[in-house]
């Protein structure tokens, strides 16, 4: 398996355009987690699903974020309008019940 | 509040030494974990330790659990180099139903470096 897969890997965007970050989950794995991380507040977990479900969201910061996991292969974390705060490695990361938590390599977004 | 705080924040030694990182948490736990990052690059799973769990080796790792205290620490031995990346212990707790879906709460994390 080529484990968690996150694209892009970089992004730049200006402030106020959408940005759309992807992941695909390791295989038969059947809970998803988004996480962000910054210097500032280190690894903060934004939403994750269970069976394609969103399970707890608190952790999105704002109405601006919104996650969808319309199958067990594929999510995506949406910012839209997009801040220079929002400035961070975006990690997502996979389980299953019989294992720990994998991780991708992450998006290192940039708002300018 | 903060859940897995470590300490300490950096820790530089020389190859061969040990390194000791310690973690706090604030809540009851299922488990707790304990990950590495390079520079760059994405969280690697180290240990777990259960919480009715005491002890736990892996390799040059052994992670100690004392859940009266809350707190954790991962020890490595006869370190070398390349174990130079941060360190973060995260928990895994019980949501107010009881049931946990694997979510991770982590710590700041310790920056470790290994001079050769």
């Known amino acids: 398996d080529a484990g968690v897969i996150q694209s892009p890997r970089h992004e730049v965007t200006e402030m106020g355009q959408e940005v759309t970050l992807r992941c695909k989950p390791i295989?038969?794995?059947?809970?998803l987690f988004w996480y962000r991380q910054t210097m500032m507040r280190g690894l903060e977990l934004l939403i994750y699903f269970n069976n394609n479900v969103p399970i707890d969201d608190s952790g999105m910061p704002e109405d601006r974020f919104s996650a969808k996991m319309p199958n067990a292969s594929f999510s995506t974390l949406k910012i839209q309008p997009s801040e220079p705060r929002d400035s961070a490695v975006y990690f997502c990361?996979?389980?299953?019940?019989?294992?720990?938590?994998?991780f991708g390599q992450g998006t290192r977004l940039t708002v300018v | 509040s903060q859940q897995g705080e470590e300490d300490p924040q950096a820790l530089s030694i020389q190859e061969g030494e040990n390194a000791t990182m310690n973690c706090s948490y604030k809540?009851?736990?299922?488990?707790l974990q304990w990950y590495r990052q390079n520079s760059g690059r994405g969280l690697v799973h180290l240990i777990l330790i259960r919480s009715n769990e005491r002890e736990k080796h892996s390799g040059r790792l052994r992670v100690t659990l004392d859940t009266s205290k809350k707190s954790s620490s991962l020890l490595i031995t006869a370190s070398r180099a390349a174990d130079t990346a941060s360190y973060f212990c995260?928990?895994?707790?019980?949501?107010?139903?009881?049931?946990?879906?694997?979510?991770?709460?982590f710590g700041q994390g310790t920056i470790l470096t290994v001079h050769p």
């Open positions: 295989s038969g794995h059947n809970s």
């Open positions: 995260a928990t895994d707790a019980p949501n107010a139903g009881g049931t946990s879906y694997g979510k991770l709460t």
């Open positions: 990361a996979s389980k299953s019940e019989f294992t720990e938590a994998f």
């Open positions: 809540t009851s736990i299922n488990n």
